[in-house]
């Protein structure tokens, strides 16, 4: 599936948004390919990363965006690090922070500062399997559905309001890393699209429910 083509919106219309990675940053990439193609409004301004070397600051480079590392290594403990994330996002004042495969666990503290202006993709159909291994777990568990969710990030870990998911059969003979693939693939599908929606100012997230077009969405959110 795929995004249709439309013509890029004028910069002043597009919403700000600061990307958090930790690798490859192959959701980073389809990200920036929409807004490159106009098919999302928005203007990615910065990436950070908490791992240095990875292939993603290159994609970010390669774009022309800002991107720095902040080592997770290098501070004392998970608040000090939050604290100098928190002021490295601030700095970009961003309408919407987006964490593609940021593989840090943040504190409350940090959590907080950005209700319902803070997004997660997570490679499993939630509430199952938060966490790590979801592939492996799924095919363990005899699952015949598996995929992916775009979630709002609160305290708990992968445990916000959902707002979309995109289902991917499991076959008779996958492996970890085909099942894996093909999810990517919808990950790459839906990360956009639930951005485009942040985009056209349709979604919003109140008293814990998330409102698209100012309609309630189910617990799973909408489902592809």
């Known amino acids: 599936m795929s995004l249709p083509e439309v013509e890029p919106p004028l910069p002043s219309t597009a919403i700000r ?3 958090l990675i930790s690798g490859s940053g192959s959701n980073l990439q389809a990200l920036i390919d929409a807004q490159t193609k106009g098919q999302i409004n928005t203007d990615i301004v910065a990436v950070i990363s908490n791992r240095p070397d990875v292939k993603g600051l290159q994609r970010a480079t390669d774009a022309g965006i800002e991107n720095h590392c902040l080592n997770h290594k290098h501070y004392a403990d998970r608040r000090s690090f939050d604290q100098a ?20 666990i943040l504190t409350p503290e940090l959590t907080r ?6 997004i997660n993709i997570h490679p499993s159909l939630l509430p199952k399997y938060q966490g790590l291994n979801t592939h492996q777990r799924a095919i363990d568990d005899s699952q015949v559905q598996h995929g992916c969710s775009i979630h709002f990030v609160t305290e708990e870990l992968d445990g916000g309001p959902v707002i979309a998911q995109s289902l991917v059969p499991v076959l008779k003979d996958d492996d970890a890393q085909s099942l894996a693939q093909r999810v990517q693939q919808q990950e790459h599908f839906l990360y956009p699209q639930c951005v485009q929606w942040f985009g056209e100012r349709r979604i919003s997230l109140k008293t814990g429910k998330i409102y698209l077009d100012e309609e309630i969405l189910p617990k799973s959110g909408r489902q592809f």
């Open 85 to 104: 994330l928190h002021l490295k996002i601030q700095q970009y004042q961003p309408d919407l922070v987006v964490l593609a495969g940021f593989m840090r």
């Open 113 to 118: 500062q950005y209700v319902g202006k803070m």
């Open 17 to 19: 948004i600061v990307i």
